[in-house]
Nanobody, 125 residues
Framework: QVQLVESGGGLVQAGGSLRLSCVASGRTFSAYTVGWFRQAPGKERGFVAAISKYGAATYYADSVKGRFTISRDNAKNTVYLQMNSLKPEDTAVYYC??????????????????WGQGTQVTVSS
């Protein structure tokens, strides 16, 4: 498994932007598909975005498509989530996750076996 640490969360007004980072350590980062998930209070954890092992493919939840962009820099063992045009409903704890399986456009949390501790994103109206 790989160890993951998220950062970049915070408080932002609606319409603003944040960039989350997920730094990995412990194994060859390019061997992993990486996804972002989020969990709001009282709700189940949901898929946000994913990126394939070398960044050639991405996949987004419909709710963030066109506003969020996932990218990675394997030389820095880092995956980013650029979040623009933020809405109050984007408020949640954001988690990054890594999986070694083949690339699939499914957004299933079961495809990931390493998880970070999360970073809080709060969007005020």
């Amino acid at each position: 498994q790989v160890q993951l640490v998220e950062s970049g969360g915070g408080l932002v007004q609606a319409g603003g932007s944040l960039r989350l980072s997920c730094v990995a350590s412990g194994r060859t980062f390019s061997a992993y598909t990486v996804g972002w998930f989020r969990q709001a209070p009282g709700k189940e954890r949901g898929f946000v975005a994913a990126i394939s092992k070398y960044g050639a493919a991405t996949y987004y939840a419909d709710s963030v498509k066109g506003r969020f962009t996932i990218s990675r820099d394997n030389a820095k063992n880092t995956v980013y989530l650029q979040m623009n045009s933020l809405k109050p409903e984007d408020t949640a704890v954001y988690y990054c996750a890594a999986g070694q399986g083949p690339w699939v456009r499914s957004g299933r949390s079961a495809d990931y076996d390493s998880w970070g501790q999360g970073t809080q994103v709060t969007v005020s109206s």
